[in-house]
């Protein structure tokens, strides 16, 4: 009997660690990373903490995943303008699917004020036709439109890594996202890789998606890592060139090859059809094959671009690397690994989502330390950017004040 019970009593403690194990944030061996996790990260601090809990100035918790922040014009009063760093992402708080795209703005990178959800999912089917916020947005489209939309902010869909830009030429903003989601042939996720594109005269929302598409392809004379599926648009990001030119990047051929491709003057698709694009003045496919996503683009003070990738390990960590190039649409160089310091391998547990300009200049990386079994409670990473000997390198600090 006693054995029994000894037998019983060994099996239940090896459960309970393994519960234990398996409900705790995955660890690297650096435990200078992880420093900041017990900690509240609150507005008015002085000091970013890579890594701790970041709340608002509400006290809530920050909810802008997948994320990008810029430096850019919002509205001032009735009709005027003013700057503020914008932070837009993906709030996670229902978890993995029909997460709205909420906004935040700042002063200081440290103070965030919460401006709520600016797209949302539909709740329900019924919603697009009964539910106000809903109606007004979309009751004027065609019954055929109306279907689409209802795909893509399906309560089931996926919305990931929103970015924003201004188009000044039309004086509103412009969100781009991942759509996707499972389809009859397939109950996988990310069925579908496509890019959604929505629009509106403040970057408070309410945006109103336009559609989701398919973009660029690979040309009929080079090796198509995945020719099932053309066009696919998966993690993806934005960047607008010092001349106003808006470039789309994105992951494409089932996350095997990273494309650039311009966009229209509106920002809001291509600037020339995917089927009559010509690679290296439309588009660029980078390192066919590479197997990269998580794309982040900036542009050094020498002119060069530099963008830089995580591998494709799902919310795992991994190496980050870097191409650049002179040219955006031209040939890339490999970079390889811009982290330098203890935890480098994996990118100091982060996955690249952001690289920023502070109003001074300096260059901030911005990352998700996703944490898989809570992703409402993944942590965000900035860390500060610098380009030294023609390369894009990132420390780690612990505290830190961007400037
Ligand atoms: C990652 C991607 C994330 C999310 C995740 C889902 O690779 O970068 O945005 O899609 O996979 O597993």
């Not at 040309?219 to 808006?246: H, V, Y």
């Not at 690397?321 to 390889?336: C, Y």
Request: charge should be negative; hydrophobic fraction near 35%.
């Amino acid at each position: 009997m006693k054995r029994c019970v000894l037998i019983i009593s060994i099996i239940s403690s090896v459960i309970g660690s393994a519960i234990g194990f398996i409900s705790e944030r995955p660890r690297h061996t650096t435990p200078a990373l992880y420093a900041n996790e017990g900690s509240v990260m609150k507005a008015g601090d002085s000091m970013l903490l890579p890594g701790a809990s970041w709340t608002d100035t509400d006290g809530n918790m920050i909810q802008a995943h997948g994320g990008q922040v810029q430096y850019m014009p919002v509205p001032d009063g009735r009709c005027g303008k003013k700057y503020a760093y914008v932070w837009v992402g993906e709030n996670k708080t229902w978890g993995h699917t029909g997460d709205p795209v909420s906004v935040y703005t700042s002063e200081d990178l440290i103070s965030w004020e919460c401006h709520g959800d600016v797209l949302r999912p539909l709740p329900d089917e019924a919603a697009m036709d009964t539910d106000p916020y809903f109606v007004s947005l979309y009751g004027e489209d065609t019954a055929d439109k109306k279907a689409e939309i209802r795909g893509i902010l399906s309560p089931g869909g996926i919305i990931e890594r929103p970015k924003m830009l201004y188009n000044e030429k039309n004086d509103n903003y412009v969100l781009w996202f991942h759509s996707d989601g499972s389809t009859e042939k397939n109950e996988y996720l990310y069925d579908i890789g496509m890019a959604g594109v929505a629009v509106s005269d403040s970057p408070y929302g309410p945006f109103k998606v336009l559609g989701r598409y398919r973009l660029n392809r690979c040309p009929d004379d080079q090796i198509d890592c995945f020719p099932d599926s053309k066009g696919e648009a998966r993690d993806m990001n934005l960047f607008q060139d010092t001349d106003g030119t808006a470039y789309i990047v994105y992951t494409s051929e089932n996350n095997k090859t990273i494309y650039i491709s311009r966009l229209n003057e509106d920002y809001t698709y291509l600037s020339e059809d995917p089927m009559t694009a010509a690679e290296g003045e439309d588009f660029v496919r980078i390192f066919p094959g590479a197997m990269r996503e998580a794309p982040a683009l900036t542009k050094g003070d020498d002119g060069r671009y530099y963008l830089m990738t995580s591998s494709t390990t799902g919310w795992m960590s991994n190496q980050a690397r870097v191409w650049s190039a002179d040219q955006i649409l031209g040939r890339w160089r490999n970079d390889g690994n811009p982290c330098i310091d203890a935890g480098a391998s994996v990118t100091y547990d982060t996955q690249s989502t952001c690289l920023f300009r502070t109003k001074e200049g300096s260059l901030v990386y911005m990352g998700d330390r996703w944490s898989m079994s809570d992703l409402a409670d993944s942590r965000y990473v900035w860390l500060p950017a610098e380009f030294s000997d023609g390369k894009l390198k990132i420390r780690w600090e612990g505290s830190w004040k961007p400037e």
